[in-house]
């Protein structure tokens, strides 16, 4: 988490449409590299990211599901494309569209991970946040987290299923493709 100390504040920021938040992170999720994006935006130093876990910077709204279904994907050696709410050193939210893929080194050796994120597109947002809120509500029925992580994966691919799509499908159907500065002009 972001510290013991820090709460979420309820405000959101964002950042410019043609920037990328970018780290990466070894076999485990401890972070290797963050770029100059990544630091300002979430509003750490370079010295007090490097080395720690990815969960420096998560925020209480994510369903814990939506991890379990990253690390699933990655595990399995195949990219994923998430919307995930962040959290500031400061506890503010900032929304981003995460493409995170494996990386490997010359000998094709599997060496860790690595997360390109953009501004997410303004009209799959309040569908995500719909979607995240109901998954949040279906795993706060379970006091394990473990039972609340699959609680939240069943209600998300049932969902899935009703809607005869898959998870890949389902996250570039939110969005008619506009992003963020484009759709509010
Ligand atoms: C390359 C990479 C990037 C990640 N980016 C984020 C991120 O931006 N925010 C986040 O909360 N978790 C991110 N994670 C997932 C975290 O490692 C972790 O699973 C998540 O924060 C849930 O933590 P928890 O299980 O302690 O609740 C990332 C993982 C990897 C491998």
Redesign the pocket.
Known sequence: ?ASPRTSPTGREVTFAPDEIIV???DLR?VITYANDVFLRVAGYTEAEVLGQ???L???PG?P?CV?RL??DT?QAQREIFAY?V?MTKTGDAYW?F?H?TPSYDLEHRHVG???N?RVPYADALPKVKQLYAQLLAEESRHTNPRAACAAGLALLQNQLSQHGTDYDTFVFSLSANTCLEASQA
């Open positions: 988490m780290s990466k992170t999720g876990p990815h969960n910077i998560r925020h994510m814990r991890f990253l690390w990655l995930v962040n981003v995460a995170v991970y690595h997360s994120r």
